[in-house]
């Protein structure tokens, strides 16, 4: 390309208007498609690169919905049982008893760290604050959670305190 435009000044020193011009063509042509090519390029990437922006964009909008749903389960979680309490404590029975420490949890068949996770879930903690409480990783606790999910055969936190609370009442 920058021998074209040098031939361009060239031949117009030389006073060759016409030899001058077509170098001149020739020159722009080239860099022409050396713009268009790189702007299609980088086109490309920009489109690659929105389409993976989008793509994250809308993961990390679902993980903050299930956590939403999760701690608002929880809550609700919480609350029932707060209701059942105050229902059992008109009728004059006593609420099915929650544990007030993790030990209580061992005849279930848990491991130790189970049973923390587990204690935690009756007091209606989310799994952040579990992870908090008991200084572990989120992936950790949810592991934790399957297992003891199995262990009780139910599929929620929820249903794991209220199975928890039938066994404490029998």
Known sequence: MQTHQLLSAVAKTRGDLA???????????????CFNEESARKARLLAVRHEVDLARADALRERM?????????????????HSEGLVAGALGKAPPALPTRPEDLRGLGLTPREAEVLFWVTQGKTNVDVTLILDASMSAVKKHLGRIFDKLGVDNRTAAADAVRRRRAN
């Not at 030899?19 to 498609?33: K, M, N, P, T």
């Not at 919905?65 to 049982?81: D, K, P, V």
């Open 19 to 33: 030899e001058a011009l077509r170098h001149h063509e020739v020159f722009h042509a080239g860099y022409a498609r």
């Open 65 to 81: 919905e299930n956590a939403r749903l999760t701690e608002a389960l929880a809550e609700a979680g919480a609350r029932l049982r």
